[in-house]
């Protein structure tokens, strides 16, 4: 049985919130670590369905050529978490959102690259018009909440080099397997924004492709 839907409306908003208000998030301060946000840009399909945004990376890109992420980035000397992830949301994909929008903040996840990421929940709304520039992002993608509900999610697997479970989140629409660190967050979105729970991703660990 599939799970039901989730309208973009003042209802879900509400949960949402409620939900945030009552996790007490983990941050991490390590000073070997760069730091960097990403956005859980929160806005509707043409259907009115809650939806995430995700792109898919420009192939000329630097650094994770290709892969799947949330928008994001380093921040910038004197920027919060806040700041950062809703600036990279607007040069990446052309969504402006002001501060007001923004729900709360997740457990820091640090990776193998030497980052450490603050997850943002953002509101974005049912208006929202996505512009990728292609000179960084090569598609962009609104990913109904509810994908985050089907049972093989997480998938969880073993690696020799590693102690730690390697987490994915699999996505039908996308024909994609979503790897750590942006998978981490993805459930983490799930259990404590959407159900309430007070589950933590530190320890899931990153495909081995993911730690240079």
Known sequence: MSAPRLIMDDGLRGRMLANLDGFERHPLVDEGLTHAAVALMLVANEAGDACFVITRRAARMKDHAGQWALPGGRLEPGETATEAALRETDEEVGLRVSPENVLGLLDDYATRSGFVITPVVVWGGT????????????????????????????????????????????????????????????????????????????????????WR
């Not at 697997?157 to 994609?176: G, Q």
């Not at 799930?190 to 589950?199: F, S």
């Open 127 to 210: 208006e929202a018009a996505l512009h990728p520039d292609p000179i960084e992002v090569a598609a962009v993608y609104r990913v109904p909440l509810v994908a985050l509900e089907e049972p093989q999610v997480p998938r969880l697997r073993s690696i020799p080099e590693s102690d730690r479970p390697v987490i994915s989140v699999p996505i039908t629409m996308l024909n994609a397997d979503i790897h750590a660190p942006t998978a981490a967050i993805l459930y983490q979105l799930r259990e404590v924004v959407l159900r309430g729970e007070r589950t933590r991703v530190a320890h899931y660990e990153q495909p081995v492709f993911a």
